[in-house]
């Protein structure tokens, strides 16, 4: 975990000519946090500095005591599907409309009464600060998802009607569960021969198709990066090679000294080997 952490530091520091210093560069996920510091610290001897901080309070209270509700006492508040409430004999419904539950749908028009996912979307790309730009591209991306999960499943593409629809386990070929001991040996590494007796893996077609999706994805974030962005990463490299004070923070931030880039890529270099030591070192048996 430190090796992972040191690796992604000395990254941004090697890129931060166009990843940290422009002001365009943008972390919506993080705007929350400097919005709150900033609304609870900015002109603390005001009136309106004492609403702000009520305000706060109320809020917070608000938030703590409600979500004892969809967390503990009643969690089918984080997923309510009127379609799935009007027919409940569908498999079809529950597939598409359901959700509540992992893996249990796709949850297509459910009402989320939890917080957690109401202002944070679970994760890093809440409603209330991701860009709406960013919010319709995922939206379709989810669309066309949903649409190709049913579609594999019905068609019983990749013998996905052996499996259950959404799932992330491994399966046998007849749709029971994958003994992942069988094909090792003992030392839990991999047996080809046992793989061999017992047969390969299979994914439900909806997991096969976020395998797919997930390798493409890395190569498309490159290429879209490439092609929109590229003229603007090389200006803004050359801006900084240039000492062009393009940013208002970074010309006060001028009065310190800038940390060498060989500290950076010091530190890259030196959390990757770790990285490596530890994970040969400690005979887990997984490569690189």
Known sequence: ????????????????SFLVYPTYIVFP????????????????????????????????????????????????????????????NSAWFTRIFGGAAGNEGLGAFSLCFDWNYVGSGGGSLGALFTPLSTQLSLYCG???????????????????????????????????RYNQLAILDENFRLDHAKLAAVGLPWFASSQVLTKIGANLAIGATITHVGIWYGKEIIEVIQKYRAGENYDPHLAKMKVYPEVPMWWYILTFVGS?????????????GLPW
């Open 1 to 16: 975990m430190t090796c992972s952490q040191l690796m992604g530091y000395g990254l941004g520091g090697i890129m931060r």
């Open 142 to 176: 989810t669309v066309i998802c949903m649409i190709a999960f049913c579609a594999c499943y019905a068609r019983n593409v990749w013998n996905g009607q052996n499996f259950p629809f959404l799932s992330q386990s491994l399966f046998n070929e007849n749709g029971t």
């Open 272 to 284: 990757f080997a770790m990285a490596m030591a530890t994970m040969y070192t400690g005979h887990s």
């Open 29 to 88: 996920n993080l705007l929350p946090t400097v919005q709150l510091f900033d609304a609870l610290h900015r002109g603390k001897k005001i009136m309106l500095q004492k609403k702000r901080v009520k305000f706060f309070w109320l809020v917070f209270i608000g938030i703590f005591v409600w979500e004892w509700f969809p967390e503990y006492i009643a969690p089918t508040l984080t997923g309510v599907s009127i379609f799935c409430l009007a027919n409940q």
